[in-house]
């Protein structure tokens, strides 16, 4: 950090639409920390329940009393973003978010054709298997078969739970299944047994070593918690599939994973469809959905609400 001088943060707080369930326990607005230098913003925002740090962390590494620790990733993303210019438009294909009780669910599932998404994601691990199955099938059935279907389990599942899901769905057409075991060290095992694609998302955290998951189908880039470009270049092959995600940022890290998304997948449908949970935004202009893509036309900050923190 002593490498950016005359850098400023301010603190922010954005309300949810609706409560959004984050490891489990109900949040009701997002908080976070934005850093400007030199006219140019970054969003260093750490996800409770999922980032190693919290905002305290980030305030205390800014202010340079964290006592000798690594950077905080959230922190390392926003300065290592700062250093980039960004773009005067971006535009990055959408992967469409179903969230909400089943009725919502399978109502946007119905909607993801026409708003051109190449891709949606369906959480699960959340309710009853039988539940679950059936409502998988029910959306895979509403997508026309252009459109893939990727699940993510947040590492819900033992073996023999994830074993049942999988046979069961069998003949069910899906990408892949984000980290479905509570064992990342057994997905080899559910792959040779089941045949269907995992992708890694939390094992990822902490630079795991990828040797032991050589048929891995993604990665789940998500540079809030990651830490920023420098981790995500070294992170697997040029081969591998990123694919880049939020951590309901506001839309100045989401412009900013744009950016990496762009540079590092372009094509790849990414995780960005989170803005809509918010009641506002720290931009002036929000990036939009429009024909399966969010679309970035202009990166200019509204800074009344933002507390200032430093200098």
């Given at each position: 950090m002593s490498s950016i001088a005359g850098i400023n943060a301010y603190r922010f707080r954005i309300p949810f639409?609706?409560?959004v369930m984050l490891a489990g326990t109900p949040v009701s607005q997002r908080e976070g920390i934005l850093l400007e230098h030199n006219g140019r913003w970054a969003e260093a925002s750490p996800l409770p329940g999922f980032s190693s740090e919290s905002i305290?962390?980030?305030?205390?590494?800014l202010r340079g009393d964290y006592n000798n620790k690594p950077v905080p990733a959230a922190l390392s993303f926003a300065l290592s973003s700062l250093v980039e210019p960004m773009p005067t438009r971006l535009q990055v294909p959408l992967n469409g978010l179903l969230l909400g009780d089943e009725t919502q669910i399978l109502a946007d599932a119905k909607n993801c054709s026409q708003r051109g998404f190449a891709a949606v994601k369906l959480k699960v691990g959340r309710n009853a298997l039988d539940s679950e199955i059936r409502l998988v099938r029910q959306v895979r059935d509403l997508l026309p078969a252009d459109i893939h279907l990727r699940l993510d389990a947040n590492q819900a599942w033992t073996f023999e739970e994830a074993e049942e899901f999988f046979k069961r769905?069998?003949?069910?057409?899906?990408?892949?299944?984000?980290?479905?075991?509570?064992?990342?060290?057994?997905?080899?095992k559910l792959f040779a047994t089941t045949g269907i694609g995992y992708a890694l998302d939390e094992s990822l955290k902490g630079g795991n070593s990828l040797e032991k998951w050589p048929n891995v189908t993604a990665l789940i880039c998500k540079p809030t918690i990651l830490g920023g470009r420098k981790a995500i270049a070294e992170l697997g092959t040029e081969e591998t599939m990123k694919v880049f995600s939020s951590a309901f940022e506001s839309g100045v890290g989401?412009?900013?994973?744009?950016?990496?998304?762009?540079?590092?997948?372009?094509?790849?449908?990414?995780?960005?469809?989170t803005l809509a949970y918010m009641k506002d935004d720290l931009l002036i202009r929000s990036p939009s959905?429009?024909?399966?893509?969010?679309i970035l036309e202009e990166f200019a900050v509204n800074c009344e609400s933002l507390e200032r923190l430093l200098p």
């Open positions: 639409r609706r409560n305290d962390d980030v305030i205390a590494a769905v069998e003949g069910v057409d899906i990408e892949y299944v984000e980290e479905p075991l509570q064992d990342p060290d057994q997905l080899e989401i412009a900013r994973i744009m950016q990496l998304a762009a540079e590092f997948s372009p094509g790849t449908p990414a995780g960005l469809d959905v429009r024909n399966g893509s969010l």
